[in-house]
Each structure stands twice: as C-alpha cells, then as structure tokens.
C-alpha cells in the first residue's frame, strides 16, 4: 500500500485532517479510563501476574497474528474501513467491562475481564497497523510533526478534562459502582472516533505484488529479504525495541506501586494521571519546535534520556507530591518519543510495503509488550516494586545509549 498516496485537493486534505483531530477526542475520551482498569482489577483482588497479563495480552496477540494482519492489510485498496472498525471495537470493550462487573460474581470478575481484553487484542493489533499508515498518508513525508502533534495535544486536553471529572466521580461513588459507570460512560466516546475516522478520505491504491508463499518459511524467508534490502528500517526498530521493552515492563508496575507503596488514592491516582497528559500537550508543541531547529535526532536523545529520570525518580522518593512531579515531566518527555519515534520510524518505511513494514514493526513491539510486562511482574514479586522500577529504568538507560550510536541510516537530522 502506498503511503505516498496520489496529490489530493486542498478539501480534502482539510477534511481529513480535521476528521483525524474530532477522532482524537473520541479515543481520547474512551482511553480516558485506561489507567484506572489495572487500578479497578487491583482493588478487587487481582494478583501481580493477573495485572501483568493485562498489559501483556495485546503483545501475545500481536505477536502471532501482526505479520499475517498486515499481509492482508497490504491487499486492501483503502484501509480506513479496517481502521475506524478495528477503533470501535477496541473502545466498546470498555462498555463490555462495565457491564459484566455488574453481572458477574466477585470471585469470576477478574478473569471474565482479561477474558474481555483477550479478545479486544484482536482489533488491537488491526488498528495499531491501520493507524500508522492512516496516519502517514493523512499527513504525507513532511506533515507527520503538524498532524500528530496537533492530534495528540487535543487528546491531552480532552483526556484531562474526562480524567478531572472521572476522579471526582471515583471519590464520591461507592465502589465498585463508580467503575462501573466510568467504563460503561466512557466508552461512548467509541462512537464519536468511528463516525469521523470513517470519513477519512484517501484515494484507493493499487497493492503491490507480494512474493507467493507455500508455507510459514518461505514467508519468514520473503520477510528477511525484505529487511535485508532495508537496513535502516532494521536498526532503527531494534533499538526501539529495547527501549519500548523497557518502558512496558514499567507498566504493570506503576499502578502497583501507587497503591501498595505509595497509598495513593482513586484521586490522586488520576491525578498523577492527569498531570501526564496536561504537560504532554506541552510537550507536542515543544518538541515539534525542536524538531524544525535541532532535527530528530536532538529529540530522539533528549526524550529518550529524559524518560529514564521516571522511574528512577519516583523509586527514590515515593511521595504523592514529588510523583505527581515526575509524572508531568515524564509526559513532556513521552510527547517527543511519541513524535520522533513515528516520524523516524515512516523515514525508514518503503512507501509501497507500508503495511507490510509497519506490521513487522508492530511485532517487535509485540514481543516487548507480552514479555517485559511479565517479566515486571516476575521481577516485583522476586525483588519488590521498587526494584522493578530501578530495571526499568537500567533498561530505559541502554536504550538512550544504543540510539547515542551515530547511525546515518536511520536518524536523519532533518
């Protein structure tokens, strides 16, 4: 598929890009409670591993079926279709939740949950590919900064606004009642994302020819020659694969950490929430300003040094307040990486394979995303929170050191 598609008219482009920024807030109201769904398993009894899971499903999922979704994706003449479905989909699951914890007994909850996530991978792994090559071609080579960083700023915004009014919500509801509104309320923001990702307009494309293949290895084979042909794309995602690593073991840890060391309210919960997504919209700004004036590469090294200071900060001192802190500046942080790595990420993407390539990307983020959230949880209940937290942020730490590696194949300093 390419994803350079044919010029389109100034309408057009308009009315895409103002259908990708009314989409945002839709996920973005949706998402809205996905931190607070490891916090509600937490509270009703789940263990480490059962968390861990929760974060490590979609990477199992993705892992196995990411190359094959992409295969057919690469056939599809237009791709919105298999993106706005695979959307709504994931965000009912937040409907779905809701009203199962309402119909099923305490001690079946937690797994009748993971079993609702399960199958929300599924879309899952359809969309993370969709996105990217929806994205690109809304956007085109010298747009990825401008429509990403105005998509993920009006997330922001609209992600701590709903996360304001859904912790003062959580404080004032009986649990496990308050949860179960936030999810079901929440999830309507799935219908807001379809109406509009639906009416992204990009011109149908011719689908490349695809080597044949009789088995699983000679499919594998068709895939390293491809990679071979493209060094930089390989480089580049095995670096992102190490930090990406490194920020999913972190992830279960985190809302263990809040409730069993720090004591951390549903309140200040969101709160240490919120303060992510406010500065991010900060950080989108910041850093595509950055990008024009020092390159990619600055803000590749910058971000990705700058979010190894997280869990390596909130471990020492394990205060609210400080947290708090820290998690604002690790938004403004997370706001480059989510920038430079799409950007740096499409550079090295040949235009007629970018489904093919982006699905290999995302299996590498796949494998990161089923073993590191495990491998977190196995390390917390062998070493304890904190030290899981200090690995993540060791992990974080290499992966600035490997990208400090000039590599002129891969980072561009434009």
């Not at 990411?66 to 279709?81: D, E, S, W």
């Not at 809304?138 to 992600?159: C, K």
Request: aromatic share 12%.
């Amino acid at each position: 598929m390419n994803a350079n598609p044919p010029e389109q008219s100034y309408d057009i482009k308009k009315r895409n890009f103002r259908n990708v920024q009314i989409d945002a807030v839709g996920v973005a109201l949706s998402t809205a409670a996905a931190p607070f769904l490891p916090v509600f398993l937490t509270r009703m009894g789940a263990t480490n591993l059962q968390v861990g899971l929760l974060t490590a499903m979609p990477g199992v999922t993705g892992l196995v079926l990411a190359l094959f979704i992409g295969r057919f994706l690469q056939t599809r003449r237009n791709i919105v279709p298999w993106f706005s479905g695979s959307r709504l989909l994931v965000l009912s699951s937040y409907a779905l939740t809701g009203l199962v914890s309402m119909a099923i007994p305490k001690e079946f909850l937690v797994n009748s949950v993971l079993g609702i996530w399960a199958l929300a991978t599924i879309p899952q792994t359809s969309l993370a590919v969709c996105f990217s090559v929806v994205m690109n071609a809304v956007a085109g080579p010298q747009g990825r900064y401008a429509l990403l960083s105005r998509r993920w700023t009006i997330f922001g915004l609209t992600n701590t606004i709903v996360t304001f009014f859904a912790t003062q919500m959580l404080d004032r509801v009986v649990f496990p009642l308050n949860y179960q509104v936030l999810f079901i309320s929440l999830s309507l923001g799935g219908l807001i994302s379809y109406y509009f990702s639906s009416r992204i307009t990009l011109p149908d494309q011719t689908p490349p020819p695809l080597a044949e293949s009789k088995s699983l290895g000679e499919t594998l084979q068709n895939y390293l020659r491809l990679m071979r042909q493209n060094p930089a794309f390989v480089s580049f995602v095995s670096k992102r694969f190490v930090y990406l690593s490194a920020i999913s073991l972190g992830a279960p840890i985190f809302p263990l950490f809040f409730v069993r060391e720090v004591h951390a309210t549903d309140a200040e919960i969101g709160t240490i929430n919120m303060a992510t997504s406010a500065v991010m919209m900060v950080g989108y700004s910041f850093w595509t300003w950055i990008s024009r004036k020092k390159g990619g590469r600055f803000v590749l090294l910058a971000t990705t040094f700058g979010l190894m200071l997280y869990p390596l900060a909130s471990t020492l001192t394990p205060q609210v307040g400080w947290i708090i802190f820290y998690a604002g500046t690790s938004g403004f942080f997370q706001a480059g990486i989510d920038l430079v790595f799409f950007d740096e990420l499409m550079k090295t993407v040949p235009p007629e394979y970018s489904a093919t390539f982006v699905s290999l990307a995302q299996s590498l983020q796949y494998l990161s995303a089923m073993l590191a959230p495990l491998a977190g949880t196995w390390l917390a209940d062998h070493l304890g929170l904190g030290a899981a937290l200090l690995v993540s942020a060791g992990l974080r730490l290499l992966g600035f050191l490997l990208f400090l590696r000039s590599d002129r194949l891969v980072i561009h300093a434009s």
